[in-house]
């Protein structure tokens, strides 16, 4: 009963996307129609099918998986939706997830400054391809909230949460790309504050030292405990998860756009580097450490490393980082696929039970490989 109802649910949402979005402008479709390898669109078109399924049309999120999980595979949504031409069959969904996933984060806030950031990214997504400028406004609205994070604590940098007690790769990652993403989709004295606001970020990040000699990025600063007395603000050596290389690479990539593509593209490609050589197995497939067993936090590292790759693939055009993606999306989909096309957590295989965190991270592989092959 529980899936008839999500499923009448779901044939409502779509039939008002029909009606209700008719009149949204379409941006980006010339991306939208390029065209791409039919065999993994295909593959890509099935994962989706499965991730699909995990949806609550009354919450707007995913069963099995987190908050911030759900912003990632909003995000997953609507770049599928952007590489297959799907515009008006997905963007209910995502229009639904605006609408009722607010009842459990009014203006997708919260008090981790990373949460925010995800949800900012995937509301630019949906901007993207929809041209709707209420998800525009959104992430502007949850920039602005995450902009009261940054003090002068460790010499700058925005807090992990609103509790002031560590500062870390991730959020400081998500505050620059989602800055450098909107000073590339406003005008005049708004475009020119995001852009500020990227180029402190990463000119503070670059001297913090958490991108370590083997050209990784540790996951944050010091104890937190000794932050607030400066004494906690060198590299703190922890886990160089995925996810620390990945989202800095579609940050740089959305900088490179707007000026001194020199610089950033080249602390993109040794970051990219460096990840390949030290995180990817000998047949070139990434992983975290704790595979098998990531929780549901870690299943979704990966994917998020492999979108930002073919983000920065777009505008770098190296053929190392297309094979990559295109090599990981192999390995998901002939290694790490369970039943019903369900995508394990572990790419090189076996497949073991999947979450939606995990469908959506091994999804964003075969999107980018759509991306990474479009002509």
């Known amino acids: 009963m529980k899936d008839l109802t999500r499923r009448a649910g779901s044939l409502l949402l779509v039939a008002a996307s029909l009606i209700g979005c008719a009149s949204h402008t379409l941006k980006n479709t010339a991306t939208a129609v390029r065209q791409v390898d039919n065999r993994d669109l295909r ?125 870390n790769a991730i959020a400081n990652e998500l505050f620059l790309s989602v800055g450098a993403h909107l000073a590339n989709r406003t005008r005049g004295a708004e475009r020119r504050q995001y852009a500020a606001w990227s180029r402190r970020e990463l000119k503070w990040f670059r001297g913090t030292g958490m991108i370590n000699g083997q050209g990784l990025i540790n996951d944050g600063l010091g104890k937190a405990k000794d932050q607030t007395s400066g004494a906690g603000c060198a590299n703190n050596g922890q886990t160089t998860w995925t996810y620390n290389q990945g989202v800095i690479l579609g940050g740089l990539a959305e900088m490179s756009k707007a000026g001194h593509a020199a610089e950033e593209l080249k602390l993109a490609r040794e970051i990219t580097h460096s990840a390949i050589a030290h995180l990817a197995d000998k047949d070139g497939v990434l992983h975290d450490p704790c595979e098998p067993k990531c929780g549901d936090d870690g299943v979704q590292f990966k994917g998020i490393f492999v979108r930002n790759l073919a983000e920065l693939y777009r505008v770098s055009q190296e053929p190392e980082f297309a094979a990559f993606v295109k090599g990981n999306a192999e390995a998901v989909w002939t290694k790490a696929r369970g039943p019903e096309d369900r995508l394990g957590e572990t790419w090189s295989g076996p497949y073991v039970a999947a979450n939606a965190g995990a469908q959506s991270s091994a999804l964003d592989a075969l999107v980018g490989a759509v991306v990474v092959g479009s002509k």
Do not use: H
Not at 78 to 103: C, H, I
């Open 43 to 167: 593959r890509a078109s099935d994962a989706m099918a499965a991730l699909l399924r995990s949806y609550v049309p009354s919450t707007g999120l995913y069963e099995t998986t987190g908050w911030w999980n759900s912003a990632n595979a909003t995000t997953t949504v609507a770049d599928y939706a952007r590489v297959s031409g799907k515009r008006v069959e997905y963007e209910v969904t995502l229009a639904n997830t605006f609408t009722v996933a607010q009842k459990q984060g009014a203006g997708f806030l919260n008090k981790f400054y990373d949460d925010e950031g995800w949800w900012a990214l995937a509301w630019i997504d949906a901007y993207d391809l929809t041209g709707d400028k209420r998800y525009l406004e959104m992430a502007e609205s949850i920039f602005k909230d995450m902009a009261g994070g940054w003090d002068d604590t460790c010499g700058g940098g925005i807090w992990w949460s609103k509790d002031r007690q560590y500062k």
